[in-house]
C-alpha cells in the first residue's frame, strides 16, 4: 500500500508522513500539486493525501488530475478554508474525503486508516470476484469426452501408467497429436490425486499473447503496465495447493521459461511489478504436440527445464493407432449429443461403423466427437449410414479417405475459427475486446474457444 502526501507545510506534511508510516504504508511526499502529479505518474499509489490551498494547482485540481492518471486512485483534500460548497464540490469530483485543519493526530489517524481498511477491502472483492469468473468459467467448461474412453492395449497401458502417476507429486509431461485428449488425461491425474478437492487450473500456452503470458501466470501488482488498474493473482496462486495444466508448453517464450524454472525450483514467484517473493504449492502437468528435444537443438526450448518436466513423460497415442476404440468412442458421442438435442434413439449402422473406423482421423478424437455432432444434428433418420458422414464421402485414388473440399460445414469451421483467432490478435490476447470485435458475448466467446481449442 503506498499513500503521496501532498502538503506544501515541511512542518504539517512531516507529521502526516510519520503517522502514515507507523500504519505500515510506504509514503511518497511532495510540497506542491505539479511535482506530486509527476510522483504519481511515474509510481502507483492507491491514496493521495493533497492540500486544498496551495501555490500553482488547487486540491481539486490535483484531484481530476490524478484520477485521469489512475480512476481508482483515491483523494483526501486538506484545507484551512473549509466550507459546506468546498466539500459538496469535492465530494462531486470524486474525493474520498475531506477533512479542516487543524486536526489532532488521532483525528488523521483514525480517518486514513478508515480509507486504507476500505480499499484493502474493496481491492480484496474485486480479486474474488475475478477469481470466481475464472472458476466459473472453468467449471462450465464441457470436457471434450466426457471420460477416458478405451479397450485397446495402448489405452490400458495409459491407464497403468496414470495409476502409478496420479500417486506422486512428480511433474508430468503429456506428448500427443493436437485432438488426442491431453487436458482430459492431465485432469484424469489431478482427480486421482491426492490433490483432487483443491484447484485445477488450465493454461494454454500457445493461446496467450506474449505480452500478457507472463501476468496470466504469475499475475501482476496494480500500475504494473498500462491498464494495470487493481492487481491481479495469476494462474499459479489460482492453483495453490492444485495442479496447474500448461498446455502447448513447446509455445512458451524463452523469456517466460526462465520464470517457470523458477517455480519448478524453488516453489515461489514474484507478480509482474511486484517485489514480494509469493510461495507456491502446485503440481505441474504440461502437455505439447511438438517435439522439444528438436526445439533444445534449435534453442528455442530450454534444456534445465525440459529435464525438470520430463521426469516422468506420458504418451498419448493418436487414434489412427487405437482404431479399436473408434466404435465405443463413436457410439458414446453419439448417445451424449443424441441426448442433447432430444433425439436419444440415434445410432450408427454398420457400414458407418466400418466408415469410422477406416478414416484416418489427422484430428484425432476432438475430430471424431465434431464429426459425430455433425451427424446428429443433420439426421433425417434415426440410423445414421455411411453416407450421412458429411467428411468420409470421398476418397482419393490410394484409397485414404479425404474430407470433401466442398463440405460447407467444413468451410464455415474453418473461417469461424480464423476469424476467432485473428480477434484474438488484434486484441493482443484480452478475450472481452476480441468478443466485441467478433459482435459476440465474452461466454459465447469462452465456448467458442473451447469449441475450437484456443483456449
Not at 505539479?34 to 485540481?61: F, I, P
Not at 458414446?332 to 477406416?358: H, M, N, Q
Amino acid at each position: 500500500m503506498k499513500v503521496l502526501v501532498i502538503e506544501d507545510n515541511d512542518t504539517m506534511r512531516e507529521g502526516m508522513v510519520q503517522i502514515l508510516k507507523k500504519l505500515g504504508v510506504d509514503v511518497l511526499q511532495a510540497q506542491d500539486g505539479e511535482s506530486g502529479l509527476k510522483l504519481l505518474e511515474g509510481q502507483t499509489a492507491e491514496l493521495v493525501v493533497t492540500d486544498y490551498r496551495m501555490a500553482g494547482l488547487n486540491g481539486l485540481q490535483v484531484l481530476q488530475k490524478a484520477r485521469a492518471v489512475d480512476p481508482a486512485v483515491q483523494v483526501m483534500i486538506i484545507t484551512a478554508y473549509g466550507s459546506i460548497d468546498l466539500a459538496v464540490q469535492a465530494m462531486q469530483e470524486g474525493a474520498t474525503d475531506f477533512i479542516t485543519k487543524p486536526f489532532s493526530h488521532d483525528e488523521f489517524r483514525m480517518r486514513i486508516k478508515k480509507i486504507l481498511d476500505d480499499i484493502r477491502q474493496n481491492e480484496k472483492i474485486s480479486r474474488l470476484s475475478e477469481e470466481n469468473v475464472y472458476l466459473r468459467q472453468e467449471l462450465e467448461q464441457r470436457f471434450n469426452f466426457g471420460e477416458i474412453i478405451g479397450s485397446s492395449a495402448k489405452m490400458k497401458a495409459l491407464f497403468r501408467t496414470l495409476e502409478k502417476v496420479a500417486k506422486t507429486d512428480s511433474s508430468v509431461i503429456i506428448y500427443g497429436e493436437s485432438g488426442t485428449g491431453k487436458e482430459l488425461v492431465a485432469r484424469a491425474i489431478h482427480k486421482s490425486s491426492q490433490r483432487a478437492e483443491r484447484p485445477f487450473v488450465r493454461v494454454n500456452c500457445g493461446a496467450l499473447a506474449e505480452g500478457i503470458i507472463e501476468s496470466e501466470l504469475f499475475g501482476h501488482e496494480k500500475g504494473a503496465f498500462t491498464g494495470a488498474i487493481r492487481q491481479k493473482k495469476g494462474r499459479f496462486e489460482l492453483a495453490d495447493s492444485g495442479t496447474i495444466f500448461l498446455d502447448e508448453i513447446g509455445d512458451l517464450p524463452l523469456t517466460t521459461q526462465v520464470k517457470l524454472l523458477r517455480v519448478l525450483q524453488e516453489h515461489e514467484l514474484e507478480r509482474v511489478g511486484g517485489e514480494a517473493t509469493i510461495h507456491v504449492d502446485v503440481r505441474i502437468v504440461a502437455a505439447t504436440n511438438r517435439d522439444l528435444e528438436k526445439l533444445m537443438d534449435e534453442k528455442k526450448f530450454r534444456s534445465d527445464l525440459y529435464y525438470r518436466l520430463h521426469i516422468i513423460p506420458v504418451y498419448l497415442p493418436p487414434l489412427r493407432e487405437r482404431r479399436e476404440d473408434i466404435p465405443a468412442l463413436g457410439k458414446y458421442f453419439l448417445k451424449r449429443v443424441g441426448g442433447e438435442i432430444g433425439s436419444p434413439e440415434l445410432s450408427f449402422s454398420d457400414d458407418a461403423i466400418e466408415a469410422l473406423c477406416t478414416y484416418h482421423w489427422p484430428g484425432n478424437v476432438r475430430e471424431l466427437e465434431n464429426i459425430v455432432e455433425r451427424c446428429a444434428v443433420l439426421a433425417e433418420n434415426d440410423l445414421i449410414c455411411s453416407s450421412d458422414i458429411p467428411l468420409l464421402q470421398t476418397k482419393n485414388p490410394g484409397g485414404t479417405v479425404e474430407s470433401d473440399v466442398y463440405d460447407l460445414n467444413n468451410m464455415l469451421f474453418r473461417a469461424e475459427k480464423s476469424a476467432i483467432q485473428r480477434a484474438l490478435k488484434k486484441a493482443s490476447g484480452v478475450k472481452a475486446e476480441a468478443a466485441r470485435l467478433l459482435g459476440i458475448k465474452t461466454s459465447a466467446l469462452y465456448y467458442k474457444l473451447e469449441k475450437f481449442d484456443l483456449l
